[in-house]
């Protein structure tokens, strides 16, 4: 509590910064509204659960814990872009300083596109360490969906 009211102290007391425009900019960031609330709390849920399935499979990958071959192929084709689209939505709130800003179906579906050429054709094309597979476009293309309607969850 005492740290709380120092820094509110701080920001008051250099929030008067002579004019100058660059220091200003720097002291008196937004830092209440990086503070407030997670809004999509159960897309929130899913993509820290997705997080955390995703370390599980990498552990049994890595200590070679026999696991049937769909936990390998396919999990995290399926988990990724709910994973990546929730970063890039937090990229949005914190360009345009609005919360209630939601990806549209258009730029979710141009995510799984670029995901299933780049993974899916270009580097199978220039690599052997990486495999066509229809099946992972379909994975895309099933956390495309859960992310667009969780996202469109209204909260309770």
């Known amino acids: 509590m005492v740290g709380a ?3 509110c102290r701080c920001r008051v007391s250099l929030g008067r910064c002579n004019g100058d425009r660059r220091f200003s900019g720097l002291v008196n960031c937004d830092t209440i509204y990086l503070m407030k609330s997670i809004p999509l709390k159960f897309l929130h849920a899913y993509v ?3 997080i955390l399935l995703f370390g599980i499979v990498q552990s049994l990958k890595f200590f070679e814990i026999p696991t ?5 192929s396919y999990l995290n084709d399926f988990l990724v872009i709910p994973i990546v689209l929730t970063v890039c939505l937090h990229g ?3 360009i345009k300083k609005d919360r209630d800003i939601r990806l ?3 730029t979710i579906f141009s995510m799984v596109v670029f ?3 780049y993974f899916e054709l270009y580097l199978p094309s220039v690599s052997d360490s990486y495999t066509g597979d229809a099946i992972d476009i379909i994975c895309y293309f099933a956390g495309g969906i859960i992310f667009y309607f969780l996202q469109k969850i209204r909260q309770l």
């Open 92 to 94: 949005v709130w914190l």
């Open 5 to 7: 009211s120092y820094l």
């Open 68 to 72: 049937p071959q769909w936990v390998f």
């Open 48 to 50: 820290l659960l997705s």
């Open 115 to 117: 995901y299933s050429i």
């Open 104 to 106: 549209n179906i258009f």
